[in-house]
């Protein structure tokens, strides 16, 4: 029985979840706008840039978490090197913004700084095309897909899985970093990309653009969710989730694992590097400590923290812990390691399920004693 | 006294051999000019007699006089003929002879090289070694008298080579050629570069003695390159103890227990630290020995980082066994957790440890491979500690219990093995050993609360390509991952290289999953 594309996507989610997107995207698209601008700054309801760019960001990161959802909460297959899809997707759109100062850089040439720090006289072969928004577009979406197919493919074809593959992700975003840190390697090494100018001819710093950048996160955020829900939900989504829990089982009867966890792995990666080309406009700055282990394995506590396998839940999982990081640094920056560490371990002992997990058994609880 | 003694001895060196200079040399010495002086001391030196030592002595001490045309030796209230060494009426006005730096200079090399017909072999061995650095073309003459003196055969290959240099600039081409053919033998860069003259045609007329110079440039760069390569396999294999040092307590927990301990290279720096601490109680109490401040930290260290093992066990391991993934989290929370308390407790910047004395300098195998003391002593120690995990795991009652648990956790409990007591314990020695490797850390790199963060995906690379639950596998891997990436360093950089090493890693897990030394047997799912 076929259905119609809209009415499957439509089913992927239930009432309730269409509805919270609905009133999400209201704010986002509507309230944040009307608040920032509208309102006088010194009311008491007016939205600081500050805050649209944190709340921009966290939305970015919440992207990578419903990516990394689909690959370890549907895939079962965890990821420590999530960060380099970033980072990929990120410096990709960085080289469009870099050729998009043109002259106004501290040196005033046609090349960015670092290349005429360096010495370099003209720009290197890979940064061709670079000051073409509609190539460097399609750079952040085929990059991380060619990195993610290629490793992929070579990964899942030998079986290599759980903590194997964990390990050999963080090994791949370490050599990245490492790579990256060097300055021939021709991404600004170790200062990587900042001191933006424009993004299509308008400002970076402008209110406005802010404002696009930030509205056009909220929607590829809601999009992506929605996206996500039916592919879980698709056939494609039961057998990745079979596939999950007993592998060998799925091959005896006759389905390629293969095929299934690499084209998940390279969704997932694609996601985040849109995710990385819309942070680095609005953040302002990339480089190569995004790829560091650590950002990584930060992003599966997100997850984890949100609960996995739920999809909504990475993403409330990263606006916890990244507000409550952006609270922490600035209010007890030293008690913040702390802080993230004991999360990774409560986390881990008391709630499994994370947040959506005892949020559900809360529920359940409730309803046992009503009855 | 020492007077005393120099003029018995300058009476003891003048009683068997009389009046052998030549007085109209001697009187040369005296010359106004300092060229003159210099000429007349090279060739006083090519005599290469013990009496013209004497002269060259006095004249050194300013005790060389000139009274009228004859020289004179004056000590105190003596005065002797300086060329036949007889004492002789105390002159009345003796005139001195200035004596420049240039001179000073000249007389220094001229002694020098007199000792090479000194009776002791170690003085004769010195001065060989030291005129390798300072060779003039005059001095071959005296070289050639000396070779022929010498029966060492360590003094005869140094003075072959001073001579063979000193001969570069002899008239002849065949007397050029030899030398440079000796030459061609030696293994050292400053021979290169005295070499490096002759290849060209403006200084070196003879194309016979250029072509042998090319070759021997090839010859001494060939060998050169041999003592790098050398150099890099032994830094590879120090490298490699480092890599083994740091992988060895994560074979025990990760390879033995199952537990990715994403804080193991926190539990490197506790060890660290204990030796920085240890260091600093040395200091502080026992400054006389701090030179012993190392070894006491090796058992410090050990119990430190196993103590904080076992906290972690008994609070947040304990509840993870058999959840892989999960333990992965848990413990890299444990390692932000740890390295925080870092921080706090000693200060967010790097520490400075020391090397205690007797670990530094090193052995020189060839003019340019000198194995460094601190280097070596680490190779030493990663084996000492390889042979206590071995004799633990497989001689003790608590490594059988270890292996027992591990294979059948059930079975190892009904028959009265303390399971969960076992699982502190072993995980607490994977700890201690992890503490050990800290120490040597310390040794050679920055001790600091984000020390630990460099070492984990190495420490982590390790293990895997070893293969889980293999000691062997451990120790081949460190040692193969070591001196590949030396090897690769050296012509790829120490960045490529060690991208390169992780790709290399990715790829062989492709072909073997399961490490080196795979289990053997038939698996479903694990």
């Known amino acids: ?371 | 006294m020492t007077k005393l003694l120099t003029i018995l001895l300058l009476y003891a060196c003048t009683l068997p051999a009389h009046a052998v200079l030549d007085a109209g040399q001697i009187r040369q010495l005296a010359a106004d000019d300092s060229t003159e002086k210099v000429a007349a001391i090279r060739l006083l030196t090519q005599t290469a007699d013990p009496d013209a030592v004497r002269v060259l002595k006095a004249m050194a001490a300013d005790s060389l006089f000139l009274a009228g045309d004859q020289a004179v030796i004056i000590d105190g209230d003596q005065a002797f003929d300086a060329a036949s060494g007889v004492a002789v009426k105390m002159p009345g006005a003796p005139e001195s002879i200035t004596v420049n730096n240039r001179i000073r200079g000249e007389l220094a090399g001229a002694l020098a090289a007199l000792k090479l017909f000194d009776a002791e072999r170690e003085v004769r061995l010195a001065s060989a070694r030291e005129l390798q650095s300072k060779v003039s073309p005059e001095m071959a003459p005296l070289l050639a008298k000396a070779l022929e003196k010498e029966s060492d055969p360590e003094i005869t290959a140094l003075l072959t080579l001073a001579h063979a240099q000193a001969s570069l600039g002899h008239a002849d081409p065949a007397v050029r050629l030899a030398a440079v053919k000796a030459l061609a033998e030696t293994t050292s860069p400053a021979i290169k570069s005295v070499l490096l003259p002759l290849t060209d045609k403006a200084s070196e007329a003879d194309d016979k003695v250029r072509y042998e110079a090319i070759a021997a440039i090839k010859a001494i760069d060939g060998r050169l390159a041999l003592a790098e390569n050398l150099g890099r396999v032994f830094s590879g294999l120090s490298l490699g103890s480092i890599l083994l040092l740091g992988a060895l307590g994560l074979a025990i927990t990760y390879g033995v227990m199952g537990i990715i301990n994403m804080a193991h290279g926190e539990l490197l720096m506790v060890g660290a630290y204990s030796a920085y601490a240890m260091q600093s109680v040395f200091r502080a109490w026992l400054p006389d020995y701090i030179d012993w401040y190392l070894p006491a930290a090796i058992p410090v260290a050990f119990f430190a980082a196993a103590l904080v093992g076992v906290v972690m066990e008994r609070t947040v391991i304990r509840w993870l066994y058999g959840r892989t993934l999960e333990t992965l989290l848990a413990t890299w929370g444990l390692s932000l957790v740890l390295i925080q308390s870092a921080r706090m407790l000693f200060g967010a910047q790097n520490v400075e440890v020391a090397n205690p004395s007797w670990m530094s300098g090193g052995i020189e195998l060839m003019p340019n491979l000198i194995l460094p003391w601190n280097r070596i002593i680490i190779v030493g120690f990663a084996l000492f500690v390889l042979l206590l995990v071995w004799l633990l795991m497989n001689k003790t009652r608590l490594g059988m219990f270890v292996r027992a648990v591990t294979q059948n956790r059930a079975m190892a409990g009904c028959v009265g093995v303390p399971t969960a007591r076992i699982d502190t314990m072993a995980f607490a020695l994977g700890a201690g050993i992890a503490g050990l490797g800290g120490v040597a850390l310390s040794q050679i790199s920055n001790v600091g609360p984000d020390m630990g963060q460099g070492y984990i995906v190495d420490s982590f690379m390790v293990v895997v390509v070893g293969g889980v639950g293999q000691l062997a596998g451990a120790v081949w891997a460190a040692l193969g991952l070591g001196i590949f990436s030396k090897l690769l360093e050296g012509w790829a950089g120490a960045v490529i290289a060690k991208i390169s090493i992780l790709v290399a890693i990715i790829i062989f897990i492709q072909k073997r999953p399961q490490g080196i030394f795979a289990l053997k047997g038939r698996f479903v799912d694990n």
């Open chain 1, 1 to 371: 029985m076929r259905q119609p594309l809209t009415l499957r996507i439509l089913s992927a989610l239930d009432t309730r979840s269409w509805l919270a997107i609905g009133v999400f995207l209201a704010l986002a698209l509507v309230l944040v706008p009307v608040l920032h601008l509208a309102v006088a700054e010194d009311s008491a309801f007016h939205l600081s840039t500050y805050f649209i760019t944190l709340i921009g960001k966290i939305m970015c990161y919440a992207l990578v978490a419903v990516a990394m959802d689909l690959i370890w909460g549907y895939g079962g297959i965890l990821s420590l090197g999530h960060g380099l899809f970033f980072a990929l997707g990120g410096y990709a759109f960085g080289m469009y913004l870099m050729r998009q100062i043109g002259r106004d850089g501290s040196y005033g040439a046609d090349l960015p700084d670092f290349m005429v720090f360096l010495d370099w006289k003209e720009i290197p072969w890979f940064w061709s095309g670079s000051d073409s928004f509609g190539w460097v577009a399609l750079l952040v979406v085929i990059v991380p897909a060619l990195v993610a197919f290629v490793f992929g493919y070579f990964a899942f074809r030998s079986r290599i899985k759980g903590v194997y593959f964990s390990i050999i992700t963080q090994a791949l975003t370490y050599a990245a970093m490492l790579l990256f840190f060097r300055n021939e390697t021709g991404f600004g090494g170790n200062n990587g990309f900042t001191d933006f100018k424009r993004v299509l001819g308008y400002s970076i710093t402008s209110p406005e653009t802010r404002l696009v950048l930030f509205g056009l996160t909220a929607v590829l955020l809601a999009v992506t969710l929605v996206f996500a829900a039916w592919l879980v939900k698709s056939k494609f989504g039961r057998v990745l989730t079979a596939i999950r829990d007993a592998e060998s089982r799925v091959m005896f009867i006759g389905y390629n694992p293969l095929w299934y966890k690499l084209t998940i792995w390279v969704i997932s990666a694609v996601i985040c590097g849109i995710a990385g080309a819309l942070y680095v406009p609005q953040v302002g700055i990339i480089n190569p400590s995004e790829m560091s282990p650590a950002n990584s394995i930060e992003i599966a506590i997100w997850v984890a923290v949100g609960g996995r396998g739920t999809l909504i839940g990475p993403i409330i999982g990263a606006f916890v812990v990244n507000l409550a990081k952006s609270w922490f640094t600035v209010s007890f920056p030293e008690y913040w390691l702390f802080f993230l560490g004991l999360l990774f371990i409560v986390v881990t002992l008391m709630l499994p399920q994370g947040l959506v997990g005892l949020w559900k058994k809360l529920m359940t609880q409730k309803q046992g004693g009503a009855a």
